[in-house]
């Protein structure tokens, strides 16, 4: 894909809803969504994205491997 492809098809999205700014807050809720993708590549987790608090966020980090003191992404 050219870039002037991407930037049609991003217009195209933008004005049909299918993407939008993320709003204040909204980095976390997506940062905790990928998370959760993650996790539930790896066996036998399931993990709801919107109900992990950083305790949980923590425990599935230090299991993926992927803990930082201090990391929020």
């Known amino acids: 894909m050219k870039d002037h492809e991407a930037l049609r098809a991003h217009e195209v999205l933008v004005r049909g809803g299918g993407l939008r700014p993320v709003g204040l807050g909204g980095g976390r809720r997506f940062a905790l969504w990928e998370l959760a993708s ?7 987790e399931t993990v709801e ?16 491997g992927r803990w930082r003191t201090g990391s929020t992404a």
């Open 38 to 44: 993650l996790a539930e590549l790896a066996p036998g």
């Open 49 to 64: 994205p919107e109900g992990l608090g950083v305790g949980g966020e923590r425990r599935v980090r230090k299991r993926l």
